[in-house]
Structure formats: C-alpha cells, structure tokens
C-alpha cells in the first residue's frame, strides 16, 4: 500500500473489486510503441511485479523539472505518432521511465501544476481555476510546496515560466529564490530557456530548477524553421482527424470559430520547436557536468481537445484534455515502461524516494497522490475533473479511470461508460450495456470525492484588472466562465 493516501486506496481497492483481468507484463525497454497504443490491459487491483531499483548513496540529487504546457500525450513520437515531433523526449524516454497513460487531474494550468507541485488533488488543495468569474483561487496555505521542501533541505531552487497563469502572484512561486515569468501574458520557450540557463551558470548544488515552457498553448504560430517542420500532405493529420472523428471546424469558447486542419498542422510545428527546448537544457546540463547527477521530469500541464468531440481548447475530463507525457530520467532509473493508469499528482510521492537523501516527512505524509514505482497495491483508478471555467451545454465534471473502464458523470449527473481498450477515443458510450459497471464506477467515485473534498479549503480573492484582462486574452476568464 502506498505511504500515501492510505485510507482512500484502501476504500476504493474495496470496492473496485471484481474487475477481472490480469496486469500485463511491463515491456523491458522503452521502445516506440505503435501507433494508437493506448489502453492495453484489463482492469486490476493488483499491483505491478515491475520494480525499479531506487538511487542509491547520499549526494543529493539535481532536480529539473519540466512542464510543457498542452501537450496531448498522442502528438509525440515516443507515444506512437508518426511525425518526429519529440527527438529529445523521445531520447529521454528511450534511456529512462515513461509513463504511458498519465492523466493530469484537472486540465487547466494553475489546478494542475498546484496538483503536481503538493501530491493533492485540485479539490483538496482548492485551486480549481485560472480564473473564475473574476476571482483566483488560493491554495490551502497549510499545504507544502515541493520547492518548500526542497528549499529548506538546502537546495538552490529557482523557477522560469512562461505564461500568465503561473504568475507568482497565484503562490504558485512558493519555496523558489528565483522566480522569473514574463513582463507580458506569455513568452517564447526559447527566452525562458536563454533565462533558464543564465541561471544554471551560478546554481549552487544541489539544485532545483523547474521550466514551464507555453508554445503548444494557443495561438499555434510555430517559429521557423518549425513551421515547416512537416509535409501538410503526409496524411497523418488527416488520419489522425479522422480516426478520432474530428470536424473540419469547432468553435472555440466565446464562439470563435477553428479550421481545426489548419489548428492541428500548426500545433505540430508547436511541439517539435519546444522540444529543441528540451535538447537546448539537456545539453546545457551535460556541458555543465550537472546530466550525471540530475533528475530530469518532464511532464505536461494537459492536454488540448485539437477538435476531438467538438473542443478545440481543454478544460473537460476527457482523455484528449488531461492525457499527458510523462518521463523520468536520471541515476537509479531504469528504462522501462509504467503502463498503469496514474496521475500527474503522483509526481512528488513517485520522486522523493529517487531523492534518498532527504527525508521529506511532511511532504510525505500530505501527499494523496501513490509512488508510481513502489509496486504497491492500489486502486488502479484515477479521477479527473473538468475545469469549472467550462460552461458548454454539456461539460463533464467528473471521471474515474481504470485499465479499462472510464466513467464521465457529466454536471447534470448523467453517466458514461467507455470502453477504453476497445474505444481509446471515447467515441461510444457503453453505459446503457454495462450498467453494473457504471454503478460500480459510481459508487467508486463518490467515495473518491469524499475523500478528496474532507479537509480540503478553498479561498477565493476578487482578480486585479491586470490579472483579469491577461487570463482574458490568453482565452481564460471569460465572460462566459
Ligand atoms: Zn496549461
């Protein structure tokens, strides 16, 4: 059973029982996997026979983490696309941990990384917006940061962000000596990443650096030479449209409307310029003699709908929306494959015993998220919400994940079923076929956000004008929020 979230596992390993399945074994390397790869395996409840060794000795370790803001998990190469759109993620994935079904748990900027950065879901730690008709939202002040920890363990910590929703003005900045985000709404990653190692000339060991790069948020205007980094008449975009059964066009929020063809060519260019991000600091870390001893993360934020059932943007609970990459590289990790259902939140309980060489009680025992590498038992269920920014007819607050079988309670409370091993795109709900499933789901998930929601306090503070009118333009905050 994992340190973390002990009584919440045991609950929902309770009533998940009956699933039926077996795990499948974890591949050996971390190979391109086909395309579509997706959920594999039936649903479990026991845990994984894979373990990786943890590091040893008593240097601390750097840390680096990365978070690329909207990045779907099915536009990389190292998760099956086609295109080349990740060569250093994928390089990264190949000779460390890969994590191929990693769910953030809630698909907007600030909730999510406030989830990855305290082990706790959005409902425990309170931040569920940007913005929300005009107020921002504070995290549980009795909450501890993972840069908190690191920080008064000694560590040089220092942050470079890209983006208006993680201004340090939300708190997000807590625990970082340095903190630098853009004079503007947003910047180029590759202005943060020039900052970024700016810094790392001066950092002290050990380190914690955290890099948020923006560019696959929209708008999509990949830089050249990326802009042309693939051939529009390589049909993979159009395959890729068609098998998820997008349209030619979607309206945004606020009814703007996208040539959804246009929007995912481009987004591709996105991701192959943020990824020459990534080769940029690894190899500055390798020029530093840092690479040898350092903990590189990277992780998205979310996903982006790209048109999938009818959304553009992200915000709801589906998989398109809140399917990120997730890899870790570093000493003591193995290559190799986690293809259990996780959480974004599970970043810091899964990294501190890869970090042997703190004890980092309190963050430890706050954590609600499971460390992804200890094999131990657990749900084999993840929960997601929508943002509550979303306000389309039909929003999907809640769901609740396994191998298998994802339930969708939608703001009205009606129920979905998807079969995700024969369905990966969620494109035909089952509910009305499997109602024992649906139930059991069900009971699963109200269990799950009574947990989630015992202790947990939310704050709210009227947004300045500034901040108001920023979130505004980059699409958050709206009137019709
Ligand atoms: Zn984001």
């Not at 000596?177 to 503007?184: A, H």
């Amino acid at each position: 059973m994992t340190r973390c979230g002990l009584t919440l596992a045991c609950l929902t390993t309770l009533l998940l029982q009956g699933c039926g399945g077996d795990a499948p074994e974890s591949a050996p390397g971390a190979g391109i996997p086909p395309q579509g790869e997706s959920a594999r395996a039936d649903a479990r409840s026991e845990p994984s026979a894979r373990r990786v060794p943890r590091a040893a000795g008593d240097e601390p370790l750097d840390l680096v983490l990365v978070t690329i803001d909207t990045v779907r998990a099915d536009r990389l190469s190292c998760y099956g696309y086609p295109r080349r759109t990740t060569p250093h993620l994928d390089a990264l994935a190949r000779g460390g941990l890969r994590f191929t079904r990693c769910l953030a748990p809630v698909p907007t900027t600030l909730p999510s990384h406030t989830s990855m950065f305290t082990g706790v879901m959005p409902l425990r730690h309170g931040v569920l917006a940007n913005l929300h008709q005009g107020l921002v939202y504070e995290r549980d002040p009795g909450l501890q940061t993972l840069a908190e920890a690191l920080s008064d363990r000694g560590y040089d910590t220092a942050a470079f962000v890209s983006a208006l929703p993680l201004r340090r003005q939300t708190g997000i900045d807590a625990g970082f000596e340095v903190y630098d985000q853009p004079k503007r709404l947003e910047r180029p990653g590759s202005r943060t990443t020039d900052r970024a190692l700016e810094w790392l000339l001066g950092a002290q060991e050990p380190m914690f650096l955290w890099v948020h790069w923006f560019d696959p948020h929209n708008p999509y205007d990949p830089p050249a030479p990326w802009d042309e980094a693939f051939d529009p008449d390589d049909g993979v975009v159009e395959a890729w449209m068609r098998e998820r059964r997008v349209p030619d066009r979607a309206a945004r929020l606020g009814g703007r409307e996208v040539d959804l063809r246009t929007a995912n060519e481009a987004y591709d260019g996105e991701l192959r310029a943020t990824d020459e991000e990534l080769g940029r600091l690894v190899q500055a870390l390798k020029e530093r003699g840092r690479w040898e001893r350092t903990l590189l993360v990277v992780i998205g934020d979310h996903g982006e709908g790209l048109g999938q059932h009818g959304e553009p943007a992200h915000g709801l609970a589906w998989d398109d929306h809140t399917r990120v990459p997730w890899v870790i590289h570093g000493p003591g990790v193995e290559p190799g494959l986690i293809e259990e259902v996780c959480s974004a939140t599970d970043i810091v309980p899964t990294l501190l015993p890869l970090l042997p060489a703190l004890r980092l009680e309190r963050l430890e025992a706050q954590c609600a998220g499971v460390d992804r590498l200890a094999g131990e038992a657990n749900s084999g269920a993840v929960h997601t919400q929508s943002s509550p920014r979303q306000s389309q007819d039909r929003r999907l607050d809640h769901s609740l994940t396994e191998a298998r079988w994802k339930l969708l309670r939608t703001s009205d409370g009606e129920e979905l079923l998807f079969d995700l091993v024969a369905d990966p795109h969620e494109l035909k709900d089952l509910a009305e076929q499997h109602p024992e499933e649906v139930s059991r789901l069900s009971v699963a998930l109200d269990a799950v956000l009574a947990e989630e929601q015992r202790g947990g306090t939310s704050k709210t503070r009227a947004a300045t004008e500034e901040e108001e009118t920023g979130l505004e333009a980059l699409g958050y905050g709206g009137a019709g929020d």
